[in-house]
């Protein structure tokens, strides 16, 4: 039985511009048509057996609303913004192409409603067509794409940074396919270094960045949370070796004494920093490695101390204050980042 669905945009003096037709998989082997434009979204579906065409509709996790999850993601991922809907329609037809049956409705939600992308933000169209797949990745992408977008179109730094935080979580996990949160973490932040190249754009947000634009950083609470205990002093010390981009290791010539006392009980300090110094002295710039810094390293201490559930919310103010704009700083690297990592899925 064919199912048309199809979501009618309130139309403009503008003509009609096709963005995608295609196919769209709702299993691994098989798909439905599907139709992108700035007047509408058209879904061709055969299926098997007579369905309820509201439930289908309204039913969140029925397949038919997947499918137009994956249209709206793709086309306000790669086009920028989401025309305002008017109504969606589903009809059923039988093998003669003779209407059994239809349903309108008017009453829907405006998905990001009168947010738009910014120009450096729109992803790149054919690298994002895996979106409209159905198999592990593509479903991957899609959570990871939807969070991206609400994460860059929130109006609030904390909602921002959840919803990005949530969109990098799911890729990470996906692209490791290790089992644990550090491995996981270890994995994307080596293959970050290894394809600095597709992060161009994410590594040139830091090449003019000052040892003392790092330092703004809040340093001192990330070390005493992060390493908390003597036990913790060798994890420390291998922290600090992991890292050559000699601004970094500016930053750490100068937070050593936070936890020279374990340093040396353990007979580590004199050795880190001399490593620190060499480094220093090399004046190597690694961008990627700062990248990881601040987008695994120190946004999962600000995940882990700020955005649990039984904490309260620290960006629930009335006002400005600095820990607002220090979010507001790393969603913007976040934003950017994910960005390319999302257009790099034909690599992974």
Not at 181 to 192: A, D, T
Not at 205 to 224: A, G, N, P, Q, V
Request: charged share 30%; hydrophobic share 35%; aromatic share 14%.
């Amino acid at each position: 039985m064919l199912y048309v669905i199809k979501i009618n945009f309130y139309k403009d003096d503008q003509e009609e511009i096709e963005y995608y037709n295609g196919n769209c998989s709702y299993n691994e082997s098989s798909s439905d048509n599907l139709s992108i434009s700035n007047y509408s979204i058209i879904l061709s579906c055969n299926r098997k057996g007579d369905r309820d065409l509201e439930i289908s509709i309204t039913n969140f996790n029925s397949t038919f609303n997947k499918q137009i999850t994956k249209a709206i993601a793709y086309l306000v991922g790669t086009i920028g913004i989401l025309p305002k809907i008017n109504e969606i329609m589903i009809a059923k037809y039988d093998t003669n192409n003779k209407i059994l049956g239809e349903f309108t409705t008017d009453k829907v939600i405006q998905p990001l409603e009168s947010h738009k992308l910014s120009e450096e933000l729109i992803l790149d169209k054919d690298k994002m067509v895996s979106l409209l797949n159905e198999d592990d990745k593509s479903r991957s992408l899609l959570i990871a794409t939807t969070y991206w977008l609400k994460g860059v179109t929130a109006d609030l730094a904390g909602d921002s940074f959840d919803k990005l935080w949530k969109s990098f979580n799911t890729l990470y996990s996906y692209i490791s396919k290790k089992e644990t949160e550090f491995e996981k973490l270890v994995f994307i932040k080596g293959f970050i270094w290894s394809k600095k190249e597709s992060f161009c754009k994410s590594c040139e947000m830091f090449e003019d960045y000052t040892k003392e634009k790092i330092r703004e950083l809040r340093w001192r609470e990330m070390i005493l949370n992060d390493y908390e205990t003597r036990n913790q002093t060798k994890a420390f010390a291998e922290f600090i070796k992991r890292y050559d981009d000699y601004r970094l290791n500016e930053v750490f010539k100068e937070i050593l004494p936070y936890r020279k006392k374990f340093l040396e009980e353990e007979g580590l300090y004199d050795e880190i920093l001399n490593i620190i110094e060499e480094k220093i002295q090399l004046k190597q710039k690694r961008n990627e490695q700062i990248l990881t810094f601040y987008i695994i390293k120190y946004a999962y201490f600000l995940r882990n101390k700020y955005f649990h559930a039984e904490k309260l919310d620290s960006t629930f103010h009335l006002i400005k204050n600095n820990e607002i704009n220090e979010l507001k700083g790393i969603n913007y690297i976040f934003s950017t980042f994910l960005k390319e990592l999302l257009e790099e899925n034909p690599n992974y």
